[in-house]
C-alpha cells in the first residue's frame, strides 16, 4: 500500500518503540506536523526552543536506556540544539535527531534557512546522513536506530528534505535490529583477571556511568566487598554509580589532581569499572595518577580504555556481565589468607566511608542554620536527609552542589542525574524527559540560576504537561563558579560579566508567566516541607532558594 514518507517515517519509528517525539516545529517539519496529526501512537512533546528538545530526549534515553527521537527545524533549529547534542554525546545516550530539510534542488538556490546540515551535526553524532530517496528512508532510520543503540551507544543524525517526506513509498516495513552486547570476557581472560586482582595487597576501584546504564549496583557492590577495596566514584559523577550505603564507598573523587594523587598513592592496582579514567578539568602540572601504579579497566566505551594511561587488562565487554562471572571466578581462586586480608581491608575502610564522613560534614554545619541567605553545604545536607525516597534527584547546580552526593543516599540506578559534560542547559528540559520515562515519580530538579537560564522555556513545556517536577532554583545572583575561580585562580575580585542583578532576576514571576506555580523559601523549615511533599505534589512547582555568596566585589 502506497503512503506518503511523512506517515512512513513515523509508522518506522512506532515499530522502534518510540512513544514520543520531542519537537520544535518550522515549515520544513509541516509534513511531519500532518501525519502525527493523523495518529495516536506517537506523542508530540513541544519544547519552545530546540536546546530544550534535544535535552528532553536526553533525559528521556538517560531514564530509559531506551532509543528517543527528537525533531528540529533546519540549519538554525540545529545550530541551538547543539549545546544540548554536546550532552547526549558525552553521555551516550542513543537518540535519534532529525531535522528538516529544503527540498533537494532548492537548496543549490540557497534559500531562507539552508545550509548543509550533516557536517554541523558530525561532530558531535555516532553517524550523520541525508536522505537522498524515499526508497532509502526505512533503512536509514533502521540503521540510524541500530547505531545509536549499539555500545558505545550516543546520539545519530538524520537530514530530511521535504520532498522526501511528501514522497509516496510502497514497501512493506521491516524489523528493528537490536545487537545483543551483553558479552563477558573469555574463561580463560576472567581467570587471568581474577589472579590479576587477587594479587594487588591494596588494590582501589573507581567505579562510572555503566554501573547506572547496565543496573549494575548490586554485582559492583558484591565485586568490592570480595576483593576489599575502597570504592570512588568517578570524577565527574553524573549518575548513580553506586550505593552510599555500602561499607566501602569513599564517595567521588574530586577533579582536583593533587588530591586525586593523594588518595591513590597508598594502592598498588587501579581496577576501573565502567568508568572514565580520571578525567579532570582544570590543566594541572601534577599527574592525577601515581607513578607505576597498574590499571585494570573494564568497560563498552573502547575510545576510554587506554586513552591517557597504559593498561595493563583492558576488557572490552558489558560490566554487569564481567562482574557476574568475575565474581565467581574470584570466590574459586580466593585462598584463606586472600578472604581474611580481604575483610581486614573492608573494616578498615568502613572507618572513613561516605556514612561516616557524611556525619562528619554534618556537624560542622550547624553554625549555618538560620542565616538570611541559605548556605550551600547545609542546603545540599537538607535536601539529602529531607527529600522523599522515591525523588528522582536531578542536578545541575555547579558551586552550589558541589557537597550534595556527600549527603544524598543513593540505593538504586535511577536516583540521580547530574551533568556529563560540563555544559550547562540539561536539567530544566532533561527533567521533563526523565519524568515522562519514570511516569508518576516525583523529580527534584536541582539548578543554578545561571544555568536554568539557558533553558527557562522548559518550566512551559512542564506547564503544559503538568508534570510533578520541583525545580529548586539556587539563586546567588551569578555565575558563582566564575567567581570563585577568578579569585582563586587570577587573585583579583572584579567580576566583569558575572553578576545577574542589575536587574535581579525575579523567578517566581518568570515561572508563574509559564504556568509554574513559584514560591520562595523562607526558611529551613519551609525547605524541608516543601521536600518531604514532593511525593504527594501532581504538577510543578518552581522554589526560589536565595543563596550565601562566598565571593564579594
Not at 108 to 125: F, K, R, S, T, W
Amino acid at each position: 500500500m502506497k503512503q506518503k514518507g511523512h506517515k512512513h517515517f513515523l509508522d518506522i519509528l512506532e515499530t522502534e518503540g518510540i512513544k514520543f517525539l520531542f519537537g520544535n516545529p518550522g515549515t520544513t517539519e509541516l509534513a511531519i506536523m500532518e501525519a502525527l496529526g493523523n495518529q495516536d501512537k506517537i506523542q508530540y512533546v513541544l519544547g519552545l526552543q530546540e536546546a530544550i528538545v534535544v535535552a528532553m530526549a536526553d533525559g528521556y534515553s538517560r531514564a530509559t536506556g531506551k532509543l528517543a527521537a527528537a525533531n528540529v527545524h533546519v540549519a538554525p533549529g540545529l545550530g541551538n540544539a547543539m549545546g544540548s547534542l554536546y550532552n547526549a554525546k558525552f553521555h551516550g545516550s542513543p537518540l535519534i535527531l532529525t531535522a528538516g530539510q529544503q527540498e533537494q534542488g532548492h537548496g543549490l538556490m540557497e534559500p531562507m534557512l539552508y545550509d548543509p546540515l550533516v557536517p554541523i551535526a558530525q561532530p558531535m553524532v555516532k553517524w550523520a546522513i541525508e536522505v537522498s530517496r524515499v526508497q532509502d528512508l526505512e533503512r536509514i532510520v533502521r540503521r540510524a536506530a541500530k547505531v545509536a543503540l549499539t555500545p558505545p551507544t550516543g546520539p545519530v543524525f538524520i537530514s530530511l528534505p521535504g520532498d522526501i517526506l511528501d514522497d509516496y513509498v510502497d514497501d512493506p516495513l521491516q524489523e528493528p535490529t537490536r545487537i545483543n552486547t551483553a558479552i563477558r570476557p573469555s574463561n580463560d581472560i576472567l581467570n587471568k583477571l581474577s589472579n590479576k586482582i587477587l594479587a594487588a595487597k591494596n588494590p582501589v576501584i573507581i567505579v562510572g556511568h555503566e554501573i547506572a546504564s547496565t543496573n549494575a549496583l548490586d554485582e559492583a557492590g558484591r565485586f568490592a566487598t570480595l576483593v576489599g577495596a575502597p570504592v570512588w566514584q568517578q570524577t565527574v559523577p553524573h549518575g548513580a554509580h553506586f550505593s552510599t550505603d555500602h561499607e566501602c564507598f569513599q564517595g567521588h573523587l574530586p577533579r582536583i589532581q593533587e588530591k586525586v594523587k593523594q588518595i591513590l598513592e597508598p594502592h598498588d592496582l587501579l581496577i576501573v569499572v565502567g568508568a572514565d579514567v580520571l578525567r579532570m578539568s582544570v590543566m594541572s602540572k601534577v599527574d592525577p595518577l601515581p607513578r607505576g601504579i597498574p590499571i585494570v579497566h573494564i568497560s563498552e566505551r573502547d575510545w576510554e580504555i587506554g586513552k591517557n594511561y597504559p593498561t595493563e587488562m583492558a576488557i572490552n565487554a558489558n560490566v554487569k556481565e564481567t562482574l557476574r562471572a568475575l565474581i565467581p571466578q574470584i570466590e574459586h581462586n580466593q585462598c584463606a589468607v586472600s578472604k581474611n586480608n580481604a575483610k581486614k581491608r573492608v573494616e578498615k575502610y568502613k572507618e572513613h566511608n561516605w556514612k561516616q564522613n557524611k556525619i562528619i560534614l554534618a556537624s560542622k554545619l550547624a553554625h549555618h542554620r538560620n542565616t538570611k541567605f541559605f548556605h550551600p553545604e547545609r542546603l545540599m545536607m537538607l535536601i539529602g536527609d529531607h527529600v522523599s525516597k522515591d525523588a528522582i534527584i536531578v542536578e545541575e547546580g555547579l558551586s552550589s552542589t558541589s557537597t550534595l552526593l556527600s549527603f544524598l543516599p543513593i540505593c538504586n540506578s535511577d536516583r540521580f542525574f547530574g551533568l556529563a559534560s560540563g555544559g550547562i542547559g540539561f536539567a530544566a528540559g532533561g527533567s521533563i524527559g526523565i519524568s515522562l520515562a519514570t511516569g508518576a515519580r516525583p523529580i527534584v530538579a536541582i539548578i543554578g540560576d545561571g544555568s536554568i537560564m539557558y533553558s527557562i522555556q522548559a518550566l512551559w513545556t512542564a506547564a503544559h504537561l503538568n508534570l510533578p517536577i520541583t525545580y529548586l532554583v539556587l539563586n546567588n545572583e551569578g555565575y558563582e563558579i566564575l567567581k570563585q575561580r577568578l579569585q582563586s585562580f587570577r587573585g583579583t575580585q572584579n567580576f566583569i560579566g558575572m553578576n545577574l542583578n542589575d536587574p535581579a532576576i525575579d523567578f517566581t514571576s518568570l515561572a508563574q508567566s509559564m504556568g509554574v506555580p513559584s514560591v520562595r523559601a523562607n526558611s529551613e523549615e519551609h525547605i524541608c516541607q516543601i521536600l518531604k511533599e514532593t511525593s504527594d505534589r501532581k504538577g510543578p512547582l518552581l522554589v526560589d532558594i536565595h543563596m550565601e555568596i562566598s565571593t564579594k566585589n
